[in-house]
């Protein structure tokens, strides 16, 4: 069964702090990887797309990574504003030529204090 | 260029009842995607549209239903509403190829009373 798990379930840090947030699937055939940010009460926020492991994108403070099992999300010198929760998707490659759904993990609840 | 905009952004209703949520994807995307956001359960699929055809659809039941229109407009349907399909109804939109990223929009806030 298609899976993904996040870790941890909420963190908390001083701003400046860095830290990593982990995202490991179990999947038959990946497409694609996806990082949204959710704020509450609002829809995700597209941040990252990965494709095959060993490839990384980054965006300001945010770094994502991604292996054969797992991704991380690595937030350097975090600020206030980057306390949201993080959510990580992957689309299985089992849907033939269609767009697939997107199997979420729960998120990471990430706060940083100043 | 605009986003994922969904109609209306908050709906109370009572058990029993039906409901429509409508979703605008962005212009240019013919793939609609509609998600349930629960704080136990998380974002899960419902069902996709692409070219005014289902297809894929998540494990919910037959209640649940959906559209889309010639436009990419996409509206869900829940008929006789239940105390836990109180959530956040969340559409998205891509340009429809199998690795696209999924735009989302702000959600439909639905409470079942």
């Known amino acids: 069964e298609d899976q993904v798990t996040q870790s941890p379930e909420a963190l908390r840090l001083q701003e400046g702090e860095s830290s990593s947030l982990n995202c490991s699937y179990t999947v038959s055939g990946l497409r694609g990887l996806f990082w949204y940010r959710q704020d509450p009460g609002k829809g995700p926020e597209f941040l990252f797309t990965?494709?095959?492991a060993g490839e990384e994108k980054e965006k300001e403070r945010l770094k994502a990574t991604l292996t054969k099992k797992e991704s991380f999300l690595h937030i350097t010198a975090p600020k206030p504003e980057d306390s949201a929760t993080y959510l990580c998707a992957v689309q299985a490659g089992n849907y033939g030529g269609s767009q697939g759904n997107l199997i979420f993990g729960k998120g990471t609840k990430l706060s940083v204090k100043p | 260029k605009a986003g994922v905009t969904q109609t209306p952004r908050y709906l109370i209703k009572t058990r029993g009842q039906q409901v429509t949520l409508s979703c605008s994807p962005i212009?240019?995307?013919?793939?609609v995607s509609w998600y349930q956001q629960t704080p136990g359960q998380g974002l899960q699929f419902l069902f996709e549209?692409?070219?005014?055809?289902?297809?894929n659809k998540g494990n919910f039941p037959g209640r649940f239903s959906g559209r889309q229109f010639s436009n990419s407009r996409s509206e869900m349907n829940v008929s006789t509403l239940e105390l836990g399909d109180s959530a956040l109804y969340l559409c998205a939109s891509s340009l429809g190829l199998a690795e696209d990223t999924q735009y989302f929009g702000p959600g439909t806030r639905l409470t079942v009373l």
């Open positions: 549209y692409f070219s005014e055809t289902q297809r």
């Open positions: 990965l494709y095959s």
């Open positions: 212009s240019g995307h013919r793939s």
